[in-house]
T-cell receptor, first 115, second 114 residues
Framework: DAMVIQNPRYQVTQFGKPVTLSCSQT?????MYWYQQKSSQAPKLLFH???????NEADTPDNFQSRRPNTSFCFLDIRSPGLGDAAMYLC??????????????FGPGTRLTVT | DQQVKQNSPSLSVQEGRISILNCDYT??????FLWYKKYPAEGPTFLIS?????DKNEDGRFTVFLNKSAKHLSLHIVPSQPGDSAVYFC?????????????FGTGTRLTIIP
């Protein structure tokens, strides 16, 4: 089945220790997103790639970086995780439909714990 | 500034009855709305959508109603089933530049009581 895969599902890192979360997709969608979601809050868009074009949200901290080496893979790098970065990180993909709309497909998420 | 609002954090409904989840938005530029369903430890899954040129879209047990003048939409689930217990997110988008981005509400946790 075509899908969005995130690894690992659970990640524990130490305060200040760099961590990388990965996402892959078999949907061949040209847009990939990274969201941060904290408990009882809306998913917050960090950045997205439209093909190779990187789009950073204005309020995304510099501590968060992303790489998309090819269509299928996208990585989220947190350079120096703080306690406030503990959250669920969701990867999503989309492509434009005939109606000009993007329906996003989400992976299962990676829950990050910072100790 | 929360442009998409789901004012009810939780809702409990008896099995077999109708579940109505509400969503309000403030940005009049939104012209496409989606509902996502999320189970614990899983990512959100797309449920149903509606374009602003319509006021109703139906898919099986799920119907979404849009009231543009009130900037309000609702998701109706009838009859409600135990498997519908999940968190439901409302999301909105534009059809113009930047249409690949969604703005999400904070979600409503629906619990179906057997």
């Amino acid at each position: 089945d075509a899908m969005v895969i995130q690894n690992p599902r659970y990640q524990v890192t130490q305060f200040g220790k760099p961590v990388t979360l990965s996402c892959s997709q078999t949907l061949n969608h040209n847009v990939m997103y990274w969201y941060q979601q904290k408990s009882s809050q809306a998913p917050k868009l960090l950045f997205h790639y439209y093909d190779k074009d990187f789009n950073n949200e204005a309020d995304t901290p510099d501590n968060f970086q992303s790489r998309r080496p090819n269509t299928s893979f996208c990585f989220l790098d947190i350079r120096s995780p703080g306690l406030g970065d503990a959250a669920m990180y969701l990867c999503a993909t989309s492509r434009v439909t005939s109606g000009g709309i993007h329906e996003q497909y989400f992976g299962p998420g990676t829950r990050l714990t910072v100790t | 500034d929360q442009q998409v609002k789901q004012n009810s954090p939780s809702l409990s409904v008896q099995e077999g009855r109708i579940s109505i989840l509400n969503c309000d938005y403030t940005n009049s530029m939104f012209d496409y709305f989606l509902w996502y369903k999320k189970y614990p430890a899983e990512g959100p899954t797309f449920l149903i959508s509606i374009s602003s040129i319509k006021d109703k879209n139906e898919d099986g047990r799920f119907t979404v109603f849009l009231n543009k003048s009130a900037k309000h939409l609702s998701l109706h689930i009838v009859p409600s089933q135990p498997g519908d217990s999940a968190v439901y997110f409302c999301a909105a988008s534009t059809a113009n530049f930047g249409n690949e981005k969604l703005t999400f509400g904070t979600g409503t946790r629906l619990t179906i009581i057997p």
